[in-house]
């Protein structure tokens, strides 16, 4: 049986966004079609809509596709270092997904508040913002969980208004630029760890 369980339902599903990735490289979101989908994918509508009522859908399926990956190459990274969730490997590796898919994103992040991945990543990206504010442990141990409520909708909605502007100027800044850019929120005049040059490139390339 062919269910949202079944492996070959998965692969389906996966092929559909990948597809419709490979689509935006090259079309506005609005000149996609379902057929066109279809027929890159070499799958038939009913195919199609047994996963997604339409684009707008597929928008939220292909965000959770690539939150996934990215928690997935998160977690590997630093499963495999003696120093994992460094402020700056995490952070960089968020930069580098957003910028690889950023025709998605400059598209997607324009319809929401706050970016559905960072609900699925692991919280350490808040944990080290909320050590900043707070102090206290790496999983900020003691801290009312009003406070954090409060923070993480801060924190959060900040960083999705954060890269849609990155996003909306072609992500000319580098990681390290934009690793300083958020580090001076917390530590203004301070540099970041493994920070790179004092200032953005007069013609940054996108």
């Not at 419709?20 to 066109?36: G, H, Q, R, V």
């Not at 994992?84 to 319809?111: A, V």
């Not at 808040?126 to 790496?138: A, E, N, P, V």
Request: proline share 4%.
């Amino acid at each position: 049986m062919n269910t949202k369980n079944n492996k070959k339902f998965q692969e389906t599903e996966k092929l559909i966004c990948n597809t419709f990735l490979e689509l935006l490289n090259t079309k506005k979101f609005s000149e996609i079609t379902i057929t066109e989908i279809c027929r890159q994918a070499g799958i038939t509508r009913a195919t199609f809509y047994a996963h997604c009522r339409d684009t707008r859908e597929l928008m939220s399926r292909t965000d959770e596709m690539l939150s996934a990956d990215l928690a997935v190459s998160l977690w590997q990274y630093n499963s495999s270092h003696s120093d994992p969730w460094k402020l700056e490997n995490c952070f960089r590796q968020l930069f580098d997904h957003i910028k690889k898919y950023r025709q998605f994103y400059r598209i997607y992040i324009s319809h929401i508040q706050i970016l559905p991945l960072f609900e699925k990543l692991p919280d350490v990206y808040l944990q080290i913002s909320g050590k900043d504010i707070y102090g206290g442990s790496h999983r900020l141990a003691g801290v009312d969980a009003r406070k954090v409520e409060f923070h993480s909708a801060f924190f959060y909605a900040g960083m999705t208004a954060f890269l849609s502007v990155w996003l909306a100027g072609g992500c000319r800044e580098s990681p390290d630029e934009l690793l300083q850019l958020i580090y001076d929120q917390y530590h203004p005049g301070q540099k970041t760890p493994k920070s790179h040059g004092d200032g953005f490139p007069s013609d940054p390339k996108s």
